[in-house]
């Protein structure tokens, strides 16, 4: 909630994710949602209503129910089961592609707009691996002069 506050002000940058990092990310779905798959292979999502004071009120008020059922089609319910975290989203595209004949970039365009639908409701987070770069050596940037240096504790040397 804090880092939406901080993005929409602009007090925080949000991080730079380029293509590939993207294509190698995890997509992970949420641990609050249940779901399961009926005969007819759709997968059936039970959302449950965040416990905020205003919802249950109007809950209350309104008789409204405390979960929401989402219905994914076979391509939804495809996608939805490869969002394991075992899998990554270049591999649903290729997975897509090949189970429901489509083009890459058909695949990916649609694949890439259900994946923001889903994250956007916090349906499904992304892990996205980090590059280790361990066999180049640290380099530190030399240190800016502040106007008050001689008030700052030097910092030890890296060995």
Known sequence: MLNKILYTLKLKKRPDVNRTQVMKSFP????????EVDDKGEASLVVPQ???????LAGKLF???????????????????????????????TGVQKQYQLTRKEAETSLFTFMQQLGKRNFIGFAIPTE??????????PEKRKRFGFLQKPKPPIP
């Open 28 to 35: 992970v779905r949420n641990q609050l949602i249940t779901w």
């Open 50 to 56: 965040k416990d905020k004071l205003w919802l249950k």
């Open 132 to 141: 280790n770069k361990s066999n180049a050596p640290a380099k530190r940037e």
């Open 63 to 93: 008789m409204l129910p405390n979960k929401r059922v989402i219905v994914l089609d076979s391509i939804g319910t495809y996608v939805w089961q490869m969002c394991d975290g075992k899998h990554t989203i270049s591999q649903i595209i």
